[in-house]
């Protein structure tokens, strides 16, 4: 490839136009070939493309300026030739580059080759050589002529495209989503593993196969015309329903472009929203159904459920029906609104049905799992239906477990199709969701229940109530109290009204109020200890009886009572008091040396008339007891004793023909009788000993618990059925200094009667607690309770309260119970109130000195 170094892009000498004689055409002729060859160096430039021809023969090379160029060689050191293009090559290439040019030179046939080739700066480039055969008509010679093309930033780019294709390659093939092209037609042409497993068909099956073959949503022709739209828009996203090869229906997200490349193609990717779907329409369900179960009661709302679990499922029937705690009978509650009345004959909730007698559908219950029975008919077990029943062809049934018992079943049939996995899912959390909202609806009931009782309890008492929230200043001392809630009874009370006064404080509301409030209510909210006092409101110009509690730490309630009326006629008598006493003075003073002489003789006349008077008053009381105790003992032994005689007789004319066992009813009907009998001596006697003296007190070591629970043990046969016995024993210690059997004596007797003044049943509860020096029991009830008139008299012999004289009971036991607490050096008092209750308090001392015992003859069977 040698070169003319003055001009290596055209050598042009008059030779080459033979001999002209007109040596101006040559000239013009001359002039355009020089502007060819100008315009020839412009477009090699702006193209990067160099030109050579190369001298077979000679093995001369003559290059452009631009083939040096693009080259990177050096115009002043390299000679062009083959072998210095040669050396410059990749060695890898050079061999098929002598190939292609000997091909050329032999058969004629131009080359298209591209190298890789390294120029003297060192840096690689591509190079595209283009060449051909080229004779010289003149001389015969043979030339390579042709052009050198630096492809470097093409073969760069279509090496990051293919990078790009292998890595969207791998992406496709990896994914998790499904890829699939087709054509025109809906042929599938290619696809990837994840859309073979989405679909259940291997690649080969759906490379023959049309995308119409597995949509189940649109028909051929629905899918011929959605090619059509996508083609004139040229992409669209939409979900449809693909049939996979085990028949069941997914729903999935396809997103498709269309190419206009090899006649038109479709790239589509295909995303499975089944699962998501299903959540998506079981939390808009969830949503629908919440929003109506405060509208709805709860046979509508279950049916809403129903009707929910049909539509999702694509049913036309459903029933939800309760199991009973046995788990032996079904409560037949409710049918789906797709369901005719005509066709049921058992109206909702109406009706309870054995479990063994129930159809297939039954089997949930019996299997503790959902079944499905997608072929009715074929069923061997299958008990058939009653008369107008729906027609059944298919059915899914659900058990509601809760614990280790199922609660209800839910079931929907006649779906046209199998039902799946997916609609077992659906149905199973729907009833679930069925199940919580009956709970919840069932608690919202009790809840209102309860609040309505305390509502009307809170607005009917007749002592004020309020509840309050105690307010500490940054020392934690109380400084104020805030009203949180007030019944009708605190308002008239105070007057001051709810509206005006909740959510205030006290400070705020009643701007003077003292400080002992905060002071005494503070304790209470702090500790938690209850306590009771009178005093007067300033504020509010009224005393207040007050019984205050803590419910929780920084609350406090509070009860009143208005003693204002009472305080100022205990002042008023007071004062007259006062008065009296002030004008029996004067007259004492003034009558003083006027009565001197007759002072002993209006003494002893005054003593004499005290004495009649007592001796009177004590004949009289001597006499009501005894026609009292007469009378009682009258009654109360009549009774036992017309039982004693009436089985007596029977068993006289009778008992020789009786059985054994009704022998043994009248021999115990007279046990009873005549038990009760010397139970009634007992308490007489005692009261008798308790008069004359004859009861001591015989202390010992005791283990006090162990002796509540032989109290409990006697005591409680007494109860009944709507009783309720609370026993809580609050002491550290067991053992005391007591006496065993006037303390079980008045425990016993409490209780019992406790008992027995509660006939409509209710608490009774029992508490043995204490304090440095003393034991408390504490027995109460909320029975009849005790009238004010008649509590002054409860301890006195042989009294019975007005409101308990249909109640067997001789008014001895509290009279005994009195004498007995006594003895112990201690006290009994008591807080009743009419139709509420009784509590029946007793404290006695932990210890006791050796001159409290009193030898004397013990009780006495």
């Not at 002529?145 to 930033?153: Q, R, Y």
């Not at 992406?171 to 259940?200: S, W, Y």
């Not at 509208?295 to 009973?324: I, W, Y």
């Not at 005494?520 to 009771?532: D, E, M, S």
Request: glycine share 6%; with cysteine; aromatic share 8%.
């Amino acid at each position: 490839m040698g070169s003319d170094r003055k001009d290596t892009s055209l050598n042009i000498t008059t030779e080459n136009f033979g001999e002209p004689d007109d040596k101006k055409v040559i000239s013009e002729l001359s002039k355009k070939v020089r502007q060819m060859s100008m315009l020839l160096d412009e477009a090699q430039k702006t193209t990067k493309t160099g030109s050579f021809n190369f001298d077979i023969e000679m093995n001369e090379a003559n290059w452009s300026d631009h083939n040096f160029e693009i080259l990177g060689m050096d115009r002043q050191t390299e000679i062009p030739t083959l072998d210095t293009f040669l050396s410059h090559t990749f060695p890898g290439d050079q061999q098929y580059v002598r190939n292609a040019i000997a091909k050329t030179i032999a058969t004629g046939e131009p080359y298209d080759i591209t190298v890789r080739w390294t120029g003297d700066d060192g840096k690689l480039r591509f190079i595209n050589s283009i060449g051909g055969l080229t004779i010289d008509n003149v001389t015969g010679k043979k030339f390579v002529v042709g052009t050198n093309h630096d492809v470097t930033d093409k073969k760069t780019i279509e090496e990051e495209i293919r990078k790009i294709a292998r890595k969207h390659q791998t992406i496709i093939q990896t994914t998790h989503d499904g890829f699939f092209v087709i054509d025109k037609t809906g042929k599938i042409l290619e696809c990837n593993p994840a859309f073979q497993r989405m679909t259940g068909y291997s690649e080969k099956e759906l490379l023959n196969m049309f995308i119409a073959d597995i949509d189940a949503k649109e028909s051929p022709l629905g899918v011929k015309e959605h090619i059509q739209k996508v083609i004139a828009q040229g992409w669209d996203q939409f979900e449809t329903k693909h049939r996979r090869k085990d028949g069941t229906i997914i729903t999935v997200d396809i997103s498709t472009t269309h190419l206009q490349i090899e006649g038109g193609v479709f790239i589509s990717f295909a995303r499975d929203i089944t699962t998501a779907k299903i959540e998506k329409e079981l939390l808009e369900a969830r949503f629908r159904i919440q929003e109506f179960s405060f509208m709805l009661p709860l046979d509508e709302l279950l049916r809403k459920c129903l009707d929910e679990a049909e539509q999702l499922t694509n049913s036309n029937s459903g029933f939800f029906h309760f199991v009973d705690e046995d788990q032996d009978n079904l409560q037949i509650q409710l049918w789906s609104s797709s369901i005719p009345s005509s066709t049921c004959t058992v109206n909702d909730g109406e009706m309870h049905y054995p479990i063994k007698k129930a159809g297939v559908w039954a089997d949930c219950i019996s299997e503790r799992k959902t079944v499905v029975h997608n072929n009715y008919q074929e069923l061997k077990h299958k008990k058939g239906l009653p008369p107008g029943h729906i027609n059944l062809i298919r059915e899914l049934v659900v058990p509601v477990l809760r614990g280790n018992k199922i609660k209800a079943v839910l079931g929907v049939g006649n779906k046209p199709t199998d039902y799946i996995t997916s609609d077992i899912e659906i149905v199973e959390r729907l009833a679930d969701l069925a199940w919580d909202i009956i709970e919840r609806k069932r608690a919202d009931l009790l809840l209102k229940e309860s609040e309505k009782k305390y509502r009307e309890l809170f607005n009917r008492m007749e002592s004020g109530f309020a509840y309050h929230e105690i307010i500490l200043n940054e020392k934690g001392d109380p400084v104020d109290y805030r009203f949180l809630a007030v019944n009708p009874m605190f308002e008239k009370l105070t007057g001051l009204k709810s509206k005006n006064i909740v959510n205030r404080t006290v400070l705020d509301v009643l701007p003077g109020t003292e400080k002992y409030w905060f002071e005494t209510y503070g304790k209470v909210a702090l500790t938690g200890k209850p306590i009771r006092f009178e005093h007067f409101s300033k504020t509010i110009g009224k005393f207040f009886k007050v019984l205050a509690y803590s419910p929780e730490k920084y609350r406090f309630a509070t009860i009143l009572e208005d003693i204002s009326e009472k305080k100022q006629k205990e002042k008023e008598l007071e004062e007259y008091r006062n008065h009296l006493e002030r004008e029996v003075d004067k007259r004492t003073r003034d009558l003083h040396q006027a009565n001197v002489k007759l002072q002993q003789e209006i003494v002893n006349q005054k003593n004499t008339e005290a004495l009649l008077k007592a001796s009177l008053a004590k004949e009289k009381e001597l006499s009501e007891l005894k026609t009292r105790f007469i009378s009682t003992i009258s009654h109360e032994f009549r009774t036992p004793l017309t039982s004693v005689l009436s089985s007596t007789e029977l068993l006289q004319r009778y008992g020789q023909k009786w059985n054994e066992l009704k022998f043994g009813e009248h021999v115990e009907r007279t046990k009873r009788a005549v038990e009760y009998l010397v139970k009634l001596l007992e308490d007489v006697l005692t009261i008798s000993r308790a008069e004359s003296g004859k009861i001591g007190f015989s202390p010992s070591v005791i283990d006090l618990k162990i002796l509540c629970k032989e109290v409990i043990a006697e005591s409680t046969s007494q109860a009944k059925e709507n009783h309720k016995f609370v026993f809580k024993y609050r002491m550290k210690r067991k053992e005391f200094t007591l006496d065993p059997k006037l303390l079980k004596f008045i425990l016993v007797n409490l209780i019992v009667n406790a008992f027995k003044y509660s006939p409509n049943g209710g608490e009774i509860k029992f508490t043995v607690s204490g304090d440095k020096k003393n034991i408390i029991f504490a027995v109460s009830d909320h029975g009849m309770g005790i009238s004010n008139e008649d509590k002054p008299f409860i301890y006195d012999n042989f009294f019975r309260s007005k409101n308990c004289i249909d109640i067997p009971g001789t008014g001895l036991g509290l009279s005994i119970v009195k004498r007995s607490v006594d003895l112990h050096r201690g006290s009994i008092s008591f807080v009743s109130k009419l139709k509420a209750g009784t509590t029946f308090n007793v404290s006695l001392p932990k210890v006791y000195q050796a001159a409290d015992v009193e030898p004397a003859t013990q009780f006495e069977n």
